[in-house]
């Protein structure tokens, strides 16, 4: 059983930066692969992954180019690099971890095992 707690949230304007942190306890990160969802006014929406490795990741259309996801498995922390964020990307964004699948390409709630409690992010235009 491991737990994740997101940090970083809150309220930009358009254009803006933030990073989300997602930290693992538990066990030992590196096992898992782990990735970030998030959640608006529709059903919960893949964003990015990681597999255990940190060798390869997967994104969603939406956010390519300007999200980046990382891993640090030494301090047993995942972030999520957001840079011009617009009003769209407004939502609770929730961390979560799953098997350590060999590649980064599994954007279903369903392959992951664990979730964190979520952080709001909020974007003005």
């Known amino acids: 059983q491991i737990q994740l707690v997101e940090s970083g949230g809150g309220l930009v304007q358009a254009g803006d930066s933030l990073r989300l942190s997602c930290h693992v306890s538990g066990r030992t990160v590196s096992t898992y692969n782990m990735a970030w969802f998030r959640q608006g006014s529709k059903e919960r929406e893949f964003v990015e992954a990681i597999?255990?490795?940190?060798?390869?990741?997967y994104t969603a259309d939406p956010v390519k180019g300007r999200f980046t996801i990382s891993r640090d498995n030494a301090k047993t922390t995942v972030y999520l690099q957001m840079n011009n964020l617009k009003p769209e990307d407004t939502a609770v964004y929730y961390c979560?971890?799953?098997?350590?699948?060999?590649?980064?390409?599994?954007?279903?709630?369903?392959?992951?095992?664990?979730w964190g409690q979520g952080t709001q992010v909020t974007v003005s235009s």
């Open positions: 979560a971890a799953g098997p350590p699948y060999f590649s980064a390409n599994h954007p279903s709630p369903g392959d992951y095992n664990y």
């Open positions: 597999a255990y490795t940190g060798g390869s990741s």
